[in-house]
């Protein structure tokens, strides 16, 4: 029985081979570098607890509960301090707690007279019908207006996807607003009048869902879920091409070794979009003997258009503290920073004030992100550089003193895939792929969602489709 290759072994790849090799269904993961993880990276030292990546899982739907579950990591889950609720979004130069009820939101600073009355104008501004793709930026003018867009979404667009809200597209990055001015004419009226048939379907939205990591940081999901699949696991075994034959794929490898070859019975790729541009693909069946005959004509030319995908610089700057060092309580989840307010940083975490043992006694930790689509100049600045920026920024909006007792940095050259007006024609030719190419799957953060959370839902649905479709020769 030839086993199922998966490419990639950040969260999405494992765990589609964790449920796959649950079901019987054999699996071989192919990790083109030496961890498993992909983006997911915690660092202990010095009493301090880092994260490369993502901070958090939002437990958006059952299956990520379910995952934790199976496994066996119930136990060594971490849910946030109750005080960690309170979200933060800088005006005036300032950190402003966003407000968490209507009433709130109109007493609250961060909005202006006229921005409460156009948000309760919103249920009565006409829906777009057209059927035009729409940019977030000019979707949230047209039913909120401009103080909404430059105070509030522009920040949580950096916060999400360090993009720009005039070019991510409400459809593609923001799809269940879009669907609720589709299916309810507005925003407002589609939150009032939705909330059975979210509660009915077990899906929570992201504002509302309950965030996660474990005791020793997210790492422990990818590294635990590597454990269980054991030998089927291969590092440091890039995939270069993939071919079609009359008895299933075949994987050409580049290894330590050499370059190699491995029969399967079905493929899923669950890489990144700028690495299945560069890969080899031929769909045309042939017969198992004519597998080194690649004539021009059967190779897909197809992929090369995901290289045009933006994936933005990020740099993440960890600064751990003395407690009396900062003057802000640094009690909620973090603060996010719209561009008009005119810092370097994108926005900050209260890492320290989310879980436990994540700073020594008597410090705390500050988690801050640089670059994207706003200053991508900024992400490819030396670590001391990105430090002192972090640092300045930190000293008007929380009011740090003095240096850090805790320092690290890391750059991701290429970070989020930017769902832009048009990304829909890539989602499009992948379905269009798979179409063609039976047993041939694709998942991960550039097809289903950029967040964790989307991340594991892809891989769980991507191992139910393959799983629904395998045929053991």
Known sequence: MKPVAIIGAGITGLTAAFYLNRAGIPVTVFEAGPRVG??????????????????????TSPKIGRLIHD????????????????????????????????????????????????????????????????????????????????????????????????????????????ALEAKYGSLIKGQILGARARKKSGEIAKDRAPKFSFDEGL???PDTLSEHLGTAVRLNSPVVGITRTAGGWTLDLRTQGGAARSDHSAVIYAGTAF?????????GEADDDRRDTRAPCEESSGLSPFSEIRHPPVASVVLGFRREDVAHPCEGFGALIPN????????????????????????LTLTSYIGGERHPELAALPPEELVELTLRDLRVLFGVKGRPTFRHCVVFSKAIPQYNVGYGRYRGMLTEMEAQAPGLF????????????????????IAERAGKTFQPS
């Open 340 to 363: 008009v307010e005119k810092f370097h940083i994108l926005g900050t975490i209260f890492s320290s004030s989310l879980f436990p043992n994540r700073a020594p006694d008597g410090h």
């Open 275 to 283: 690495q299945l541009a560069e890969l080899k693909v031929v769909l």
């Open 71 to 178: 496994a066996g990591l119930d136990a060594r889950r971490l849910d946030p301090d109750p005080k960690a609720g309170a979200r933060f979004v800088v005006r005036y130069k300032r950190p402003i707690a966003m407000p968490g009820s209507p009433l709130g939101f109109f007493t609250t600073d961060l909005f202006s007279l006229q921005a409460k009355l156009a948000v309760l104008r919103e249920p009565f501004v006409p829906p777009r019908r057209d059927g035009a793709e729409e940019s977030i930026a000019g979707f949230v003018v047209r039913r909120l207006g401009r103080e909404f867009l430059d105070h509030a979404i522009d920040a949580m667009v950096a916060g999400v996807y360090a993009g720009d809200p005039a070019r991510l597209s409400v459809q593609q990055a923001f799809p269940k607003l879009a």
């Open 442 to 461: 694709f998942a991960g953060h550039y097809r289903d969602g950029i967040s964790l959370g989307d991340s594991i839902v892809s891989g769980c649905n």
């Open 38 to 59: 992909g983006a997911i990276r915690s660092l202990r030292q010095d009493g301090y607890l880092a994260e490369f990546g993502p901070n958090t899982i939002l437990e």
């Open 219 to 221: 790492q422990v999901l």
